[in-house]
C-alpha cells in the first residue's frame, strides 16, 4: 500500500547525503553534538525530543524518540509526561491569544 | 509484554526446539531483510576465528527449574522444568573448578536454590578458596517457600556474591516481564538482602542488580541508569546495592519467540547489528569464561548451551576437564552473539566496553 510516510523510510534518513552532501554532513555532525550529555544530559534531551516531536507531529521522531527515550532508561510515565508538556504548551499558546480576542471584544463591544 | 505461564518445551512450541532457533537466527534474509553474518563482522574486527584467553570464570548452570516463567527468559525455565545437575556431576565441577585456577565460580539456573543440592555444592565451593562466589538469585526464590527465608543468612555466611534481576525500579516493568506481584516480593527479598548487611560499602557483602530492556530495544548507559536505580530504590523503598549491571536480550529462546510473535524480530537485528562495537567484541565473556550445563556438558558461554552448541573441543564434558586445555579452542559464533557486542556491549557482569 503506497501512504505517504513509511516507517522504513526512517532507516534511509542518513542517505539525504546523496544529493547534498556537505550540508548533510554538518547537519548530521551538528545533531550528534545537539544530543551528546552536556549542560542538560542525553536522557533530558532525549524527553525534549519526543516532546518536540509530537508538537510538529513528525511520525518519524515519534518512532525514534520513543524508542530513544526508552533506551535512555525512561518508563512509560516519563515519556507520556514529556508529551503532556508539548500538548500543555500548544494549547496554551492558543489559550494565551483568548487575551487578545477578549481585547478586541472589549474594544468594539458596548 | 504479556506475561509468558508455561515454558516453551511444556507448551511445545517449536521455539523450544534450539535447531529451529538456530535456522530462524542464522537466515540471513528475514523479511526480505539481509543480516549480516556475525563471523564477518569478526573478521572485519580481526577476531575471526574467535579464540579464548585465560580461564578466569566458571558458571555452572544447577537446572532449568524455576519458580517464575518470565517473558524473556533465554534457559526457557520455570516450575515445569525438571531438569537439574545431580550430586555426581557437582563433585565433578569441583574437581574441574580447582584444575581450571578460575578465580570466580557462577552459580546460575533456573533458580539454582531449588537445586536439592546447591547448599552443599556452595558450602564444597567455598573450601575451594576461589576469590569470589556468585549466585544469581532471582529474589522472589527467597519468599517462594519457608525452607528459602534463611537465604540471606546462608548467602551471607558463605560470602556470597548476590546478583539479582530487577528490570526497572517500579512494577510495571518488572512486572510485565518477570510476571506479576514480581516487583513486590523482589522488593521484599531486597530489603531482607539489606537486612543481613547486603549492599551495603563497609559489610563487604555484595549485592549487583541486573536491568535487562523489557521490550524490543537496547539498555541505556549503565552508569547513569545505576545512578537513577540508586536514587529511586533509596527514596521510594529504602533499599541499598553495589552495582547495576545492563544486560541485553539476546534473539534465543522465549525472547527470540516475543520478537517472532511481535513483528520485532527484524528490526531489533538490524538494531543490533547496526550496534556492533569491536571494542565490546574483543571483550565477549565467552573469552574468559566456560558454561557447564546441568548435565555436564560444556560450552562456550550460558546463550551456547540454550542453543546447545556444545565447545568445539574434543572434551565436553566436565567429567573429562584436565585432560587438554579447554582454552584451546575456537568459540562458536552464530547471530544471536549481536547481542554480546551491541553498543556498550553486554555479558553476565553487565557493560563490558
Ligand atoms: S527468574 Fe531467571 S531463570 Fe527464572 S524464568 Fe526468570 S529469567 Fe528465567
Ligand atoms: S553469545 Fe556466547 S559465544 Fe556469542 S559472543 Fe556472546 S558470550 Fe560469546
Redesign the interface.
Known sequence: MKTYYNPEDL?KFSNVGEFEPNLAKKFFDYYGDVFKDGAL???EKSLIALAVAHTVQCPYCIDAYT?DT????C??AQLMEAVHVAVAIRGGASLVHSVQMMNKVKEVAM | MTTATKSLKSRHSEFADSYFQLQVISSTAQNGHAHLQFEKKLEESGLYPLRPQKLEIFQINLGKMCNQVCKHCHVDAGPDRKEIMTRETMEQCLIAIRQSGAHTVDLTGGAPEMNPDFRWFVKEISKLGVEKIIVRCNLTIILANKKYHDLPDFFKEHGIEVVSSLPFYNSTRTDAQRGDGVFEKSIQALKMLNQVGYGAEASGLVLNLVYNPSGAFLPPSQSTLEAEYKKRLESHFGIRFNSLFTITNLPISRFLEYLMETGNYSDYMDKLIQAFNPVAAANVMCRNTISVGWDGYIYDCDFNQMLDLKVNHPLQHIADFGKKDIQDRDIIVNQHCYGCTAGAGSSCGGATA
Open positions: 532507516k544530559t542525553a536522557r524508542v526508552l533506551e535512555k532508561g518508563d512509560e
